[in-house]
């Protein structure tokens, strides 16, 4: 990896690199991505953290997703809002699950939807018979 060639990957590098993983599918690159990010001290970053579930959802991963979020000490709505629409994107019933989802984040109260977390949650609806 980039490591080897002298380049430290910090949490801004790490963050874009896992995204790009997200966006292309690329889950080999993802995953050791991740490890590098628990090597070196970065699992609790609240961004890294985000970009992680995403990535893991997007790859059809949400239980990798939510084993990252779950391990994640701070939510954000990036964070709720990522493993929301992952299980509305992995279908097969998984959708009632970002619902529940959902309905925990606004139980915390401390975490405000936006518009990307209404349409997962627009989604989950129109797909329940």
């Known amino acids: 990896m980039l490591v080897s060639s002298g380049f430290v990957p910090d949490r801004f590098t790490l963050n874009s690199l896992i995204?790009?993983?997200a966006e292309i599918?690329?889950?080999s690159l993802g995953k050791e991505l991740h490890s590098w990010v628990i090597r070196s001290g970065l699992a609790f970053?609240?961004?890294v953290g985000c970009s992680l579930v995403d990535m893991y959802a997007k790859?059809?991963?949400v239980h990798e997703s939510r084993k990252v979020f779950d391990g994640m000490p701070v939510h954000n709505v990036m964070s709720w809002t990522a493993l929301i629409n992952g299980y509305v994107r992995g279908g097969g019933?998984?959708?009632r699950e970002g619902?529940?989802?959902f309905g925990d984040m606004l139980l915390q109260g401390c975490v405000v939807p936006n518009c990307f977390t209404f349409s997962g949650v627009l989604k989950a609806c129109a797909s329940l018979p």
């Open 19 to 21: 995204s790009v993983c």
């Open 99 to 101: 619902l529940r989802l």
């Open 45 to 47: 970053d609240l961004c």
């Open 25 to 27: 599918q690329f889950l």
């Open 93 to 95: 019933g998984q959708e």
């Open 59 to 61: 790859c059809g991963l």
